[in-house]
């Protein structure tokens, strides 16, 4: 291999590592600020973190389209009067093409809820798509629902999915 074409080689090598990083840093400092968020009650310190026109998917809601409607959102949630006591997020997968990006992922969280006797526990999944825009990642879809059946606790979650497996 000549010096000229292994020169190229390593320039590409290292801006496909630096794309790559960029958005691992940013996913990363994403998990960071969602997790403060949760644990202090301080949902609009994730607000720049999205596109003007992002929209998010959140379980058992309606779908929430833009700032607008997420600042209604968390301003809703805090007077719910709900605290979080333990929340992590653990990416499981990276996907980048172009000026969008896909992480994957899971949650696990404990609250306590106003009227309920008990901490409660949840761990679920979720996705986030991040579009690259003026150069600056953010997250433009978000989507998350949790693992546990809210059913089951009512007896039938587990045979409902059984009898429709059974139909098929």
């Known amino acids: 291999m000549n010096k000229k074409a292994l020169i190229t080689l390593f320039l590409l ?4 590592t630096f794309a790559q990083s960029d958005i691992n840093k940013f ?3 994403t998990r960071k600020v969602f997790e403060e968020s949760m644990l202090t009650n301080a949902g609009e310190i994730v607000l720049p ?6 929209i998010s ?11 607008a409607e997420l600042i209604a959102q968390i301003d809703m949630d805090k007077q719910v009067g ?5 929340f992590k997020l653990t990416t499981m997968d ?7 990006a896909i992480e994957t992922g899971t949650y696990d969280m404990s609250m306590e809820m106003p ?16 579009q690259k825009i003026n150069g600056e990642w953010k997250i433009k879809y978000d989507m998350w629902n949790t693992d ?15 009898s429709e497996e059974g139909e098929m």
Request: charge should be negative; charged fraction near 25%; hydrophobic fraction near 35%.
């Open 49 to 54: 973190l999205y596109a003007e026109d992002a």
């Open 148 to 162: 546990i059946n809210p059913w089951g606790s009512m007896g039938g979650g587990d045979e409902h999915n059984e």
């Open 82 to 86: 709900f605290k979080v006591l333990k």
């Open 94 to 100: 990276i996907v980048e093409s172009g000026d969008l």
């Open 27 to 29: 996913v990363e400092k």
């Open 13 to 16: 090598i290292s801006s496909l």
């Open 115 to 130: 009227g309920m006797p008990e901490a409660i526990n949840d761990q679920g999944k979720y996705i986030t798509i991040y």
């Open 57 to 67: 998917f959140p379980s058992y809601q309606p779908m929430l389209k833009g700032k």
